[in-house]
């Protein structure tokens, strides 16, 4: 099967691919180019951002911490050395 690349530089995935691997309007792929291939990989729909960062091969490391953990824990750090320059000043 051979597809023409439109203006915007996309190219319809045919039906039968998009049955086949339940790909639905909305859902997200990853794409990659192996050597001369391009590679379309849908996100599993249930942990869509870990399955992103699977498809990308971004997997976090054992005992790593994920967004909103990281987020809050650098925040409550923040606070803690401003309370502690507070103090300093007074």
Not at 17 to 43: A, S, Y
Request: with cysteine; net charge positive.
């Amino acid at each position: 099967m051979t597809y023409k690349v439109g203006p915007k530089g996309q190219i319809v995935i045919p039906k039968a691919v998009r049955e086949k691997l339940g790909i639905q309007p909305g859902d997200h792929c990853v794409v990659r180019v192996d050597d001369d291939e391009v590679r379309v990989r849908k996100v599993r729909d249930d942990l869509p951002l870990l399955g992103l960062a699977q498809a990308l091969g971004l997997t976090p490391k054992p005992g790593s911490e994920l967004g909103t953990a990281a987020l809050e824990r650098e925040r409550r750090e923040d606070r803690a050395r401003e309370e502690r320059k507070a103090r300093e000043w007074t």
